[in-house]
């Protein structure tokens, strides 16, 4: 399989079928531009197409990890992440619809969307109450709180939180595990749980609008704005 094609993700095959992805720009704590956008949309379609792959492990170049959300969940074989430092923006929607997530303990996350002034739609609006509750996902989403590996481990956000120098090895113990397993089963297992993400099509589409249209309102120039001065934003709607 070719993935030549692709200038921010490294590919490095592993035994037993593994692809181990790694975001790559670690110089912008792998913030995604638009070509990593695309690379994040189009590699699921690649790696469905890839006779020897089995499981993806996916993890960030360097301290942080940044639709791409249909292509996940259309994908049949298993994705496992590994989350070992800052989890934002579009590095934070794959790490979250990993079909196995595994997370540092001290590593911090946050859906930072209303921070920005910006509604918190994609992936969110559709995985969060899922994963972790409507309760939850209303309080972290509604005030883009940061959230560290043990609480999200507690309440359902990730699969598991361990110590960062355990990070890769378990993810990797994981996939190994995946790989070697029945792949009939396990695909056709991940292809029925995520009809439930499935169903929810409607949802993210009109959340997808929403954030859309959010983004030609006044709030988005100022929270955009205050973030790069460092200060609190005096959101426009607020006055």
């Given at each position: 399989m070719?993935?030549?094609?692709?200038?921010?993700l490294?590919?490095?095959?592993?035994?037993?079928?593994?692809?181990?992805v790694?975001?790559?720009?670690?110089?912008?704590?792998n913030?995604?531009?638009?070509?990593?956008h695309?690379?994040?949309?189009q590699?699921?379609?690649?790696?469905d197409?890839?006779?020897k792959?089995?499981?993806?492990?996916v993890?960030?170049?360097?301290?942080?990890?940044s639709?791409?959300?249909?292509n996940m969940?259309?994908?049949?074989?298993p994705?496992?992440?590994?989350i070992?430092?800052?989890?934002v923006?579009?590095?934070?929607?794959v790490?979250l619809?990993?079909d196995?997530s595994?997370?540092?303990e001290?590593?911090?996350f946050?859906?930072?969307h209303?921070?920005l002034?910006?509604v918190?739609?994609?992936h969110?609006?559709?995985l969060w109450?899922?994963?972790?509750?409507?309760?939850?996902?209303?309080y972290?989403?509604l005030?883009?709180d940061?959230?560290?590996?043990?609480?999200?481990?507690?309440i359902?956000?990730?699969?598991?939180?361990?110590?960062?120098?355990?990070?890769?090895?378990?993810?990797?113990?994981?996939?190994d595990r995946?790989?070697r397993?029945s792949?009939?089963?396990?695909?056709w297992t991940k292809?029925?749980?995520?009809?439930?993400l499935?169903?929810a099509?409607p949802?993210f589409?009109?959340s997808?609008?929403?954030?859309?249209?959010?983004?030609?309102?006044?709030?988005?120039?100022?929270?955009v704005?205050a973030?790069?001065e460092?200060?609190a934003p005096?959101?426009?709607?607020?006055?």
């Amino acid at each position: 399989m070719d993935y030549s094609d692709y200038r921010h993700l490294t590919f490095e095959p592993k035994p037993n079928g593994v692809l181990l992805v790694t975001i790559n720009r670690p110089e912008v704590l792998n913030a995604a531009n638009a070509r990593l956008h695309w690379e994040f949309g189009q590699v699921w379609l690649t790696v469905d197409a890839d006779p020897k792959t089995r499981v993806v492990v996916v993890t960030g170049a360097g301290k942080a990890f940044s639709d791409i959300v249909y292509n996940m969940i259309n994908l049949d074989k298993p994705v496992v992440s590994a989350i070992n430092g800052v989890a934002v923006g579009a590095g934070l929607v794959v790490a979250l619809l990993a079909d196995v997530s595994i997370i540092a303990e001290n590593a911090r996350f946050t859906d930072g969307h209303t921070r920005l002034g910006v509604v918190a739609g994609d992936h969110a609006a559709i995985l969060w109450p899922l994963l972790c509750g409507m309760a939850k996902a209303k309080y972290y989403l509604l005030t883009a709180d940061f959230i560290d590996g043990k609480e999200a481990e507690r309440i359902g956000l990730v699969s598991l939180s361990v110590p960062a120098d355990q990070v890769m090895a378990r993810a990797f113990d994981v996939a190994d595990r995946l790989a070697r397993g029945s792949q009939h089963s396990i695909r056709w297992t991940k292809r029925a749980l995520n009809n439930w993400l499935r169903q929810a099509g409607p949802i993210f589409d009109q959340s997808l609008a929403l954030e859309m249209l959010s983004f030609t309102y006044p709030d988005v120039r100022e929270g955009v704005k205050a973030i790069r001065e460092k200060r609190a934003p005096a959101f426009p709607s607020t006055s």
